[in-house]
Every structure is written in C-alpha cells, then in structure tokens.
C-alpha cells in the first residue's frame, strides 16, 4: 500500500524550532518529487515547498523562507521539514504528500497524501 | 503571487443534484489547474488534475473543464460522500497557490 506518515509535531514556543518527518511505503520514493502543505485550524490549504527527486531543485513559499528547510533521504525514504524561528501564525496540521509524477516541478499536482501532524506554536 | 478565488465559499445541495464550483486565478495559468475535496479532520484527496484529467480512482461523476484563468468542478448526481470541501490550486508558478475552499453542504 502507498503510504505516508508524518511525525515530529508538537507544542514549541514561539522561536524555537522543530524538525518534521515524512515516512514513505509502498512506492520508489527516489522517484517522486515531494511537497509539505499545511492547514491552520479552521483554514485552507496553504503549500510550503516542494523537493525534486534527487534535491537539486527546491521552491519555498514566502511565509516560510529563510526559516523553514526541506530535505529529503532518498536511502531512508524520508522527507524533513526543519523548522526554525516558529511563530503562532506557524500552527497548523502539516502534510507531506507526493507530486504527481510526469510533470516537472510538482506541476501536476498531489496524489498522495499523510494524515498529517499537528504543529503548535504557543507560550 | 498567483490568487486563486473560488465562488460559492459555500453551497446547500441534495442527492442528485447537479453541482458546479467556479475557481479563477488572478493571471493565466493554461491549464495548471488541480482540484481536491478534503473531508472532516482528514488529508484532501486529489480528484482533477490539469484542469480536466481524472485521477485515477476517482468516480466519473466528477469532472474539470477550463483554461487560461476561469476553470470549474462539476459534479452530476451528488452523492452522500460527496458532501465535503473543496479546493482549487494552481501549479503554473510558484508558490503553488490554493483557493479558499468550497464546503459543499446537505440541504
């Protein structure tokens, strides 16, 4: 079965950091370009950034850059999101999920999805 | 940035009806258009990609038609499972921009 689990959410204080994980089954994870989503509560969907298969090509959206790092594992079938400098505004379930393949750059869109992992920002 | 605006924000339906969501996008982005409908406290799913193609697995009373900056959600018949909310997104540019969503409720 394909699938993908996140973990690594928790409570942090305003300023510190954290480091998600994203577990890959059930496909060559080496082969798919990978994305992070997240969704305040009671919010939309709001995308991340995104990492090409082999890392060599990374997009971040405004609101995380410069803060917020994605990685990938190829050998462990994993990708990271390290998070730093976390502010309330950074609450939200986080998604890791797969980039449809065939089209460059994650253009195609997400076909598989985590269940997510819970990320709270407060003192 | 590229603003996705998908009208109605909310819409009352019944089994069988006949559905349609509109998402438009602040500039062109041909067809880069991607659709999903996410349930209560659960991951979204991917339903259209590239404006009209249908994921697989996904029933084909759902389908996707536009380009450029105007593109729609049709559903045919509505059913139960049906009722959830949904989501526009645009990957012609970076950062890969969502609608606000769509919550297709039960009349």
């Known amino acids: 079965e394909v699938q993908l689990m996140e973990s690594g959410g928790d409570l942090v204080q305003p300023g510190g950091s954290l480091r998600l994980s994203c577990a890959a089954s059930g496909f060559t994870f080496s082969n798919y370009n990978m994305n992070w989503v997240r969704q305040a509560p009671g919010k939309g969907l709001e995308w991340l950034s995104y990492?090409?298969?082999?890392?060599?090509?990374?997009f971040y959206a405004d609101s995380v850059k410069g803060r917020f790092t994605i990685s990938r594992d190829n050998g462990k079938n994993s990708l990271f999101l390290q998070m730093n400098s976390l502010r309330d505004e950074d609450t939200a379930v986080y998604y890791c999920?797969?980039?449809?393949?065939?089209?460059?750059?994650?253009?195609?869109?997400?076909?598989?999805w985590g269940q997510g992992t819970t990320v709270t920002v407060s003192s | 940035d590229i603003q996705m605006t998908q009208s109605p924000s909310s819409l009352s339906a019944s089994v069988g009806d006949r559905v349609t969501i509109t998402c438009r996008a602040s500039?062109?982005?041909?067809?880069?258009l991607n659709w999903y409908q996410q349930e209560p406290r659960k991951a979204p799913k991917l339903l259209i990609y590239g404006a009209f193609s249908l994921q697989s697995g996904v029933p084909s009373r759902f389908s996707g038609s536009g380009s450029g900056t105007d593109f729609t959600l049709t559903i045919s018949s509505l059913q139960p499972e049906d009722f959830a909310t949904y989501y526009c997104q645009q990957t012609d540019s970076t950062p890969y921009t969502f609608g606000q969503g769509t919550k297709l409720e039960i009349k």
């Open positions: 500039q062109s982005i041909s067809n880069y």
């Open positions: 999920a797969r980039a449809l393949q065939g089209y460059r750059y994650g253009r195609g869109g997400m076909d598989v």
């Open positions: 990492i090409g298969s082999a890392s060599s090509t990374i």
